[in-house]
């Protein structure tokens, strides 16, 4: 199951057996596996009771009396409910050139970002910043993928923005090469942004493509 608002380009999905919801943005060039939980319903655990049923959950319709009869305290835990629990309120953000390992699990609210890494089985309940590699329940940082010069470098280039055009010439396994040749295509024009036809999937699983116009900064649909 996907409940996602925004995938970037060369992105892929693990599949099977994944549920991800409630997630805002997924960047480009990410690698996520399957098994993959994201953005579930969280309850209290100061209450009487952790049920939504206290907390005027409209599935349960055959409660509607109790409800008339105590409107007045279930109004109040849900206003206490979502008081509490706003920072887990927000949709998911993922950035660009993301790894999540096999059967991580995503706490809702959290950002991740850019070129982070989350290892197999992780429990990641805060944000994780630009380049960490993080692990374990909850979730820690392990160590950063580079030196803080050479994630400074790119967080600056952004070389995802741009496709595959940023990457000419780089040579992928050597960092300090790469962040030269990468600021040079930029700086040089020789690498221009990157825009694809964005596909549109409604509720009802039908697909439409469209287009992002930078000067309008809208949307247009392939007619």
Partial sequence: MYDVDFVGAYTYLGGRETLIRHVASIGRFCSI?????????????????SS??????????????????????????????????????????????????????????VSIGDGAIIAARAVVTNDVPPYAIV????????????????????????????????????DFTNISQAVSAIDRNISSNAAAAYSAPLVKIDAAGNASIWRFNPEKGDLTEFK
């Fill in 33 to 49: 596996a399957s098994n993959i939980v994201s953005g579930q319903v969280e309850h209290p655990t100061d209450y009487l009771s």
């Fill in 52 to 109: 939504p049923v206290l907390t005027g959950f409209e599935e349960f319709g055959s409660l509607v009396g109790f409800y008339g009869r105590n409107s007045h305290m279930v109004e109040k835990a849900a206003m206490c409910l979502s008081n509490s629990m706003a920072n887990r309120i927000e949709k998911i953000r993922i950035g660009s050139d993301v790894w999540i390992g096999e059967g991580a699990f995503i706490r809702r609210g």
């Fill in 135 to 170: 692990g374990g329940i909850p979730a820690q940082i392990i160590r950063y993928r580079f030196e803080a010069p050479v994630i400074e470098a790119l967080l600056e280039l952004k070389w995802w923005n741009y496709g595959l055009s940023a990457l000419e010439g780089v």
